[in-house]
Nanobody, 126 residues
Framework: QVQLAESGGGLVQAGGSLRLSCVAS????????MGWFRQAPGKERSFVAA????????YYADSVKGRFTISRDNAKNTVYLQMNSLKTEDTAVYYC???????????????????WGQGTQVTVSS
């Protein structure tokens, strides 16, 4: 069982920045593929960014490419999402997710991930 805990959400003005963190339990974090997803009010959860086990490969949704950066620190069992140039449409609950079986890949589908955090709210005001 892997537990994920997100933090770093909050209220920010458009154009601002936030950094989300997700800490994972367990000793095998360095083998997990990790991802960030988000769910806006009234919408389905959607893919934001993914990173493979070593951090050598990342992948982004088109809507955040060039503004968001996913990274990880395996020594701290933590994955990050640096969000810059935030827009009102980035407002959502952000979830981190872990894949314990396909850590070598950047995974973009909900079904690729086994474990999910509780989410952290990001609100971008105009």
């Amino acid at each position: 069982q892997v537990q994920l805990a997100e933090s770093g959400g909050g209220l920010v003005q458009a154009g601002g920045s936030l950094r989300l963190s997700c800490v994972a339990s367990g000793r095998s974090f360095s083998t997990y593929g990790m991802g960030w997803f988000r769910q806006a009010p009234g919408k389905e959860r959607s893919f934001v960014a993914a990173i493979n086990w070593s951090g050598s490969s990342t992948y982004y949704a088109d809507s955040v490419k060039g503004r968001f950066t996913i990274s990880r620190d395996n020594a701290k069992n933590t994955v990050y999402l640096q969000m810059n140039s935030l827009k009102t449409e980035d407002t959502a609950v952000y979830y981190c997710a872990a894949s314990t079986t396909n850590g070598g890949y950047t995974l973009t589908r909900d079904s690729d991930y086994t474990y999910w955090g509780q989410g952290t709210q990001v609100t971008v005001s105009s």
